[in-house]
T-cell receptor, first 115, second 111 residues
Framework: DVKVTQSSRYLVKRTGEKVFLECVQD?????MFWYRQDPGLGLRLIYF???????EKGDIPEGYSVSREKKERFSLILESASTNQTSMYLC??????????????FGPGTRLTVL | GENVEQHPSTLSVQEGDSAVIKCTYS??????FPWYKQELGKRPQLIID?????GEKKDQRIAVTLNKTAKHFSLHITETQPEDSAVYFC??????????FGSGTQLTVLP
């Protein structure tokens, strides 16, 4: 079974804090993704990575950055958290070449609240 | 970029009836269309997907149809059961190497 884990299920931070969300997958997947999920908006892609040290912007990258130093780990960074970044954050991974879509396996999510 | 619209946002059906969820997409280059199910408090999981060289795909009580000319695809669930209650997301994948998700449909199966 593919296992995707995220560092925290719930996180509460203050406005202006730097926030790190970590995701680890254990199936040697090439591709990793960060989404945020908000009611009525579905899943929106923040960033994705198809190889170590490679990253591409998704649809809503503003206010976020990412890091992929190792194949199994993909980190999402909020440089200066703001209240509009309060959301559920989902990490996912998939195998295969970037243009050959395959099933994405999701982590359990991190519910981030920014006060 | 790609834009995916999903309808309805909520759907209630009686147990045993059928449920249909529809999605439209904008990028004619999209060629991969998965559906994910997310039960309350759980992570999304793939339930079925279809690629653009196929018009219909079926897996037990679940089927997906694709109309590339009209740029829409649909999820059909027959003989619905209480465990089908969940949020369903459609998505489209094309030349941008990323999936674009719809806004989700909350399906409630009433006993």
């Amino acid at each position: 079974d593919v296992k995707v884990t995220q560092s925290s299920r719930y996180l509460v931070k203050r406005t202006g804090e730097k926030v790190f969300l970590e995701c680890v997958q254990d199936m040697d997947h090439e591709n990793m993704f960060w989404y945020r999920q908000d009611p009525g908006l579905g899943l929106r892609l923040i960033y994705f990575s198809y190889d170590v040290k490679m990253k591409e912007k998704g649809d809503i990258p503003e206010g976020y950055s990412v890091s992929r130093e190792k194949k199994e780990r993909f980190s999402l960074i909020l440089e200066s958290a703001s209240t509009n970044q309060t959301s559920m954050y989902l990490c996912a991974s998939s195998t295969g070449p970037p243009r050959g879509y395959n099933e994405q396996f999701f982590g359990p999510g991190t519910r981030l609240t920014v006060l | 970029g790609e834009n995916v619209e999903q309808h309805p946002s909520t759907l209630s059906v009686q147990e045993g009836d059928s449920a249909v969820i529809k999605c439209t997409y904008s990028d004619s280059a999209s060629n991969y269309f998965p559906w994910y199910k997310q039960e309350l408090g759980k992570r999304p999981q793939l339930i079925i997907d279809i690629r653009s060289n196929v018009g219909e795909k079926k897996d037990q009580r679940i089927a997906v149809t694709l109309n590339k000319t009209a740029k829409h695809f649909s999820l059909h669930i027959t003989e619905t059961q209480p465990e089908d209650s969940a949020v369903y997301f459609c998505a489209a994948g094309g030349s941008a190497r990323q999936l674009t998700f719809g806004s989700g449909t909350q399906l409630t199966v009433l006993p």
